[in-house]
């Protein structure tokens, strides 16, 4: 995690945007999981 970290800080400018998308899919899947956990 802490190597992803450093990669994506080394190639914030270009990965900036993928970062983004990619953050949002886990958060999207996560809130699903919670909904299951909750209801």
Partial sequence: ???DLVLS???LGVN???DVHKHA???QSFMRL???LAG
Avoid: D, G
Wanted: hydrophobic share 40%; proline share 0%.
């Fill in 25 to 27: 899919i886990v958060r």
């Fill in 34 to 36: 919670w909904r299951k």
């Fill in 9 to 11: 800080r080394e190639t």
């Fill in 16 to 18: 900036r945007r993928c």
């Fill in 1 to 3: 995690m802490l190597a």
